[in-house]
């Protein structure tokens, strides 16, 4: 069938990729049939996009979920949310265009998978540190006007000061989580997160990666939480 | 702490949870083919906006010192000093720890999710002041 609405890409995979599709369907309200593209090398994963795509809760998670099936049966380079193929010829003629990049980017994710780590930070706790432990916050504390320029130049010294603290605390994660991984990246930020970092971990090594996360968090204490989500595709790691 | 890894079945969908804590990299990472990149997906543009508010303000900024001016720093670490900055947090019992304020955008991002679901309304869903609410573990139980 032709596709009016064009080729959804999914994810691009090696030619040597199961592919088990079955129990997946694609975006969009009726959900079409996935199917794979052979592109000599490098085979697509794709389906006939919907009309009116957009990105909403059920296509997203539609989305997430077929790739992360797919990654959990061989290494896979998972699209962004909402890739259109004009058309399936010319999606193949773009695929053969890049074979060779795309293969040496599925040997570098082979056997890893991405760990997303989010540290929370508890503002409660870094306020109070601020104003216990921050020279510049004290002094401004006890001097300044109430009036409303004081209050936010005192706002400013407390938001710089709690600002370095979760800065600390991020890297302190980063530091300790690195070694556990092959790259690491820092993610998009996220409101309400001092760090958002993916990991490219082994999956020998996921264990050992998933066990320090805990501990770590232990050693936070009350200052943060980190918060681990994974094995996730490794969308952080396929750089255009 | 959450770690929803290792356990996770190889074919159990993923909960609606897990998609929040990566939304953002469904939505700002993953490979694009650059010039195939053809629709143009409002609610994906409005959704990272949301998601990359800036809460650096002058409001914040009094915020966090009318938090600052309310501490009585003689008081134990674990009492409850800041009401105004938590907002109304609704997580509670023993051994949680509370998260910070400030996560109006997260919340837009949840309720444009919310509002995504199922229906077929193409309506802008407005950008919310960023005015804290909920706190981001709190949201996600209504979710999940």
Redesign the interface.
Known sequence: MAAEN?TY?FA?VGANHPCRLA?LTGVGESGAPLRRLDAGSVVAIVSD?PP???????D??T???VL??LS?QGPL??????????NEK??DA?LRR?ADHHLAMLAQLAGRVE??V?L?????????E???EDAA?QEL?GTVSPD?EG??Q???A??GA?KQRERADAERVLATLQPFASQTVE??????CAL?A?FLVDRDN??KF?ER??RL?AELG?R??????????A??F?A? | MTVSTQQRSIDRAPRSSSLYDVLELILDKGLVIDIYVRVSLVGIELITIDARIVIASVDTYLRFAEAVNRLDLTQSKDSKTLPEMVGSITEGGAGRKAKGALEGAAEAVSDAFTKGRGEEGEKKEKVRASRPTHTRRAREEEEG
């Open positions: 064009g890409v691009i129990g996009a009116g795509l957009r990105a909403k809760r059920r997203l998670l989305h997430h979920r992360a099936q959990e380079l998972p699209m962004r949310f909402g890739v259109v193929a004009p010319e999606l773009e890049e760990m997303n989010k929370l930070p508890n503002e409660d706790v870094l306020v109070r601020a104003a216990t916050v504390r409303r209050q936010i005192l706002g400013e407390v938001a709690v993610g998009p930020d996220v409101t309400g958002n993916g996921l264990a998933a996360v805990t968090d009350d943060a939480s980190l918060k681990c989500t994974g094995p996730i595709p969308y952080s396929v255009t």
